[in-house]
């Protein structure tokens, strides 16, 4: 089965720092751009990060710009987030998906494989 599962979210104070996992299962991550996305409930779910395949190539969006890190060990079939100086602002379900990634472009194309989520709280 062709999936994608998140982990590493949690409570944290603001402040705080939380490192989120994207495990691939069924296929391999080597010809796969990933990217991290959020919801919160009413809203639309945004785009936060995304990198390429050799991991030549990450992009931000401004607001996690300078806090969090996008990262890929393809031996290990994962994709990371770590998610430092966390805001409560940054409160929402993270999602990881297949992308297209490009400097220019960001995080494009279709999302053929999600995740099913995982929580993250910042909050006192």
């Known amino acids: 089965q062709v999936q994608l599962v998140e982990s590493g979210g949690g409570l944290v104070q603001p402040g705080g720092s939380l490192r989120l996992s994207c495990a691939a299962s069924?296929?391999?991550?080597?010809?796969?751009?990933i990217a991290w996305f959020r919801q919160v409930p009413g809203k639309g779910r945004e785009g936060v990060s995304c990198?390429?395949?050799?991991?030549?190539?990450?992009y931000y969006k401004d607001f996690v710009k300078g806090r969090f890190t996008i990262s890929r060990d393809n031996a290990k079939n994962t994709v990371y987030l770590q998610m430092n100086s966390l805001k409560p602002e940054d409160t929402a379900i993270y999602y990881c998906?297949?992308?297209?990634?490009?400097?220019?472009?960001?995080?494009?194309?279709?999302?053929?494989?999600w995740g099913q989520g995982t929580q993250v709280t910042v909050s006192s």
């Open positions: 998906a297949t992308t297209g990634c490009t400097h220019s472009s960001g995080i494009y194309g279709s999302h053929d494989v």
């Open positions: 069924g296929f391999s991550l080597d010809y796969y751009a």
């Open positions: 990198i390429s395949q050799s991991a030549d190539t990450t």
